[in-house]
């Protein structure tokens, strides 16, 4: 039998003459065929056939699979099913772990309890008599809270508008006729006024006097004398029952 023909690796093995003494398989369809190959092949075992050489990519695959396993799937499924696993486990590690070591620096930026606390300013209003002021700090600035007097009242609503640099009416600066609510920030330069203490000078008009510069404001809180350019501002606020306000 001449195998070189079959296959130049076969060669060294069957030389021509067949003088080495190499013996074919006596059984089997390789004997009947004369086909070394064919007969290793043969006789059941799936190991790499003696100078084999892979003539597909998945040739590999298919001998080192075990017997039975569906074509290109034995030596594939398992590593993939294996990666995939690890890939979407290491990625789920990974999303907790940014958040969790992120959730401190997010947290950081709400604002703190303190600074929330002075967002808005609950005012008990039941202690304050007529005629008397408060002064409570939101958000860093002085708020008056005047309880006026019915003489006070009437005192700003008498006046015309034509008279005030910054025309408003009065009952346009208040929620309820007694209660009257500014900031006590001078509209000039920003001088903190006086008014609220009973010793206080409370200026031409009965209301607040800024000694700065000497700007007179009425018992509304309006400009009427000075160079203030505007009416003492009115800072959001309401009534949270007949006694309380919550300023902010
Ligand atoms: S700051 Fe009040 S008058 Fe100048």
């Known amino acids: ?14 030389p021509p003459g067949g003088s080495s003494g190499l013996r074919m398989p006596a059984t089997g369809g390789g004997a009947a065929s004369g ?25 590999m695959a298919d001998q080192m699979a075990p017997a039975g396993a569906p074509h290109g799937a034995a030596g594939e499924a398992p590593g993939e099913t294996r990666r995939d696993f690890l890939k979407l ?7 907790v772990g940014v958040g969790v070591m992120a959730w401190p620096f997010i947290h950081s930026m709400n604002p ?13 209003l039941s202690p304050i008599q007529a005629g008397q002021s408060v002064t409570v700090v939101w958000r860093g600035k ?6 006026r007097t019915a003489e006070e009242i009437q005192q700003a609503r008498a006046t015309p508008l034509s008279e005030l640099k910054d025309p408003q009416p009065d009952q346009g600066r208040v929620q309820r006729d007694q209660w009257l609510v500014v900031l006590g920030v001078c509209t000039h330069l920003g001088c903190v006024p006086l008014g609220q203490k009973p010793t206080d000078a ?8 800024c000694p700065c510069h000497g ?10 004398l000075g160079p203030a350019p505007t009416n003492l501002a009115i800072p959001e606020y309401s009534f949270t029952s007949d006694t309380q306000i919550r300023i902010g």
């Open 1 to 14: 039998m001449d195998t070189s023909r079959k296959h130049p690796l076969y060669a060294p093995l069957a």
């Open 35 to 59: 086909c070394f190959r064919q007969g290793v092949a043969s006789a059941g075992s799936r190991a790499p056939r003696l100078g084999w050489a892979p003539e597909r990519d998945d040739e």
């Open 89 to 95: 486990t290491t990625g789920a590690f990974a999303a």
């Open 112 to 124: 703190a309890r303190d600074v929330l606390a002075l967002a808005s300013t609950e005012v008990d």
């Open 142 to 147: 002085p708020v008056f809270v005047r309880h």
């Open 202 to 209: 409370r200026g031409n008009y009965g209301g607040w006097f």
């Open 215 to 224: 700007s007179h404001y009425d018992t509304s809180g309006r400009i009427r």
